[in-house]
């Protein structure tokens, strides 16, 4: 629980996750150099509501699996300890992760891109299955990517 009583939320959990057992200079420079930029980026509001869905997707994109939505801090443990992303250290990891993250914000709050894909209103078949169009997120990010790279024109 935090200090209002609330329970953490899997974006506070990875958070915490990421930045605990650092030196408090580098803690205070990750913070500030990338994860309090994200969460401006998302928005005070959007930040507590959508970053446990947006590292749902980044976890999708970077392992080919979709964690439980109860377990996205843990997936997001065991990815972070896989040996390709440990090699590259916390730093590149929170980097990736704010890159992925303004993909993100980018695409879901683009007024101009929702006449394009809608945001889904309902599920489809049961009530835990989503439309065509939030199943594709991580593909869609993918290729934000990669155009940012400048891979694809």
Request: proline share 4%; glycine share 10%; with cysteine.
């Given at each position: 629980m935090n200090s209002t009583g609330r329970e953490l939320s899997q974006a506070d959990l990875i958070r915490n996750f990421i930045l605990m057992g650092l030196e408090p200079k580098q803690q205070t420079q990750l913070y500030?150099?990338?994860?309090?930029?994200?969460?401006?980026?998302?928005?005070?509001?959007?930040?507590?509501?959508h970053f446990d869905s947006f590292m749902r997707h980044y976890l999708t994109l970077k392992t080919g699996e979709i964690p439980n939505v109860r377990a996205v801090?843990?997936?997001?443990?065991?990815?972070?300890?896989?040996?390709?992303?440990?090699?590259?250290?916390?730093?590149?990891?929170?980097?990736?992760?704010?890159?992925?993250?303004?993909?993100?914000?980018a695409m879901a709050w683009a007024r101009n891109l929702t006449k394009f894909w809608p945001k889904p209103s309902k599920t489809y078949g049961n009530s835990r299955s989503t439309s065509p169009i939030h199943s594709c997120w991580s593909f869609i990010k993918t290729m934000r990517a990669i155009y940012s790279r400048r891979k694809i024109l």
């Open positions: 500030e150099d990338h994860w309090r930029p994200m969460e401006r980026n998302f928005g005070q509001e959007a930040y507590g509501s801090y843990e997936a997001f443990k065991a990815y972070s300890r896989e040996p390709q992303v440990a090699s590259g250290g916390v730093d590149d990891l929170v980097r990736d992760i704010r890159a992925f993250a303004g993909y993100y914000c």
